[in-house]
C-alpha cells in the first residue's frame, strides 16, 4: 500500500518525539499518508528543540538530516509570495501557504486559534488535532497501524504500553480508542 494523500504536519507536531516518531512511521512504506512540511516549519522546529527543549545544535541538526534523508518528497517549496494572501495568525501564515502550494487538504496542528476555519475554508483545507488524524488513519487501516506501533515499541525496546502510555500525554482520544480496541490495558 502507498498512499499519496499530502497532510503538512506543523512545527508543534513534529516537537514531541514519541508523536513525531509514531506520525512519521505511519508515513514509512506501507505509507498511510504523505508527511509535508516546508523550510519554515521545520526552522520553528529546530527553534524550539533549542530554546525550549534544550537539545543540543548537533540533535537539531541530526533530526532535520534524519527527515531530509528519510522524507525527501516532504519538503514543499514555492510557496513564500503565497504567505501575504493568507488571513490567519500572521505567525503561521507560512504553513497555510505551505499547504497551499503543495495542494494539501490538511494540516494536522495541536493549534486551532492560529487556524480559524474561515482562513481555511477560501482553501478548502482542513485541520485536524493529531488525536483525530491517527483515529481516521485507523479507521483505513487497522492492522497496518497495531503493526507500525508495535514494530516502534519493538525498536525502542519497550513493551507496546510503556509507548502508549508516553503517546496518551499527546494524542489521549487516539490512546484510549487503541487500547480499547486492542484489548490493552495501561
Not at 499530502?6 to 499518508?33: F, K, N
Amino acid at each position: 500500500m502507498k498512499a499519496d494523500y499530502p497532510v503538512i504536519l506543523d512545527a508543534c507536531i513534529l516537537l514531541p518525539m514519541p508523536l513525531a516518531d509514531t506520525l512519521l512511521r505511519m508515513a514509512e512504506s506501507p505509507r498511510l499518508y504523505l508527511p509535508k512540511w516546508s523550510d519554515d516549519i521545520i526552522a520553528e522546529v529546530s527553534r524550539n528543540l533549542l530554546g525550549k527543549w534544550n537539545k543540543t545544535p548537533e540533535q537539531v541538526q541530526r533530526r532535520e538530516n534524519a527527515l531530509r534523508a528519510h522524507f525527501p518528497e516532504a519538503w514543499v517549496e514555492g510557496y513564500t509570495s503565497l504567505i501575504p494572501a493568507m488571513t490567519n495568525d500572521e505567525r503561521d501564515r507560512h504553513v497555510i501557504a505551505a499547504a497551499v502550494s503543495s495542494g494539501t487538504k490538511l494540516i494536522v496542528t495541536y493549534n486551532a486559534k492560529h487556524f480559524p476555519e474561515s482562513s481555511l475554508e477560501r482553501w478548502g483545507i482542513e485541520r485536524q488535532g493529531p488525536s483525530t488524524f491517527l483515529l481516521h488513519l485507523y479507521d483505513l487501516e487497522p492492522g497496518i497501524v497495531a503493526q507500525k506501533l508495535t514494530e516502534q515499541a519493538h525498536n525502542l525496546s519497550i513493551p507496546i504500553e510503556d509507548l502508549l502510555r508516553k503517546l496518551r500525554i499527546n494524542v489521549p482520544s487516539f490512546v484510549s480508542f487503541f487500547c480499547e480496541e486492542q484489548g490493552i490495558e495501561l
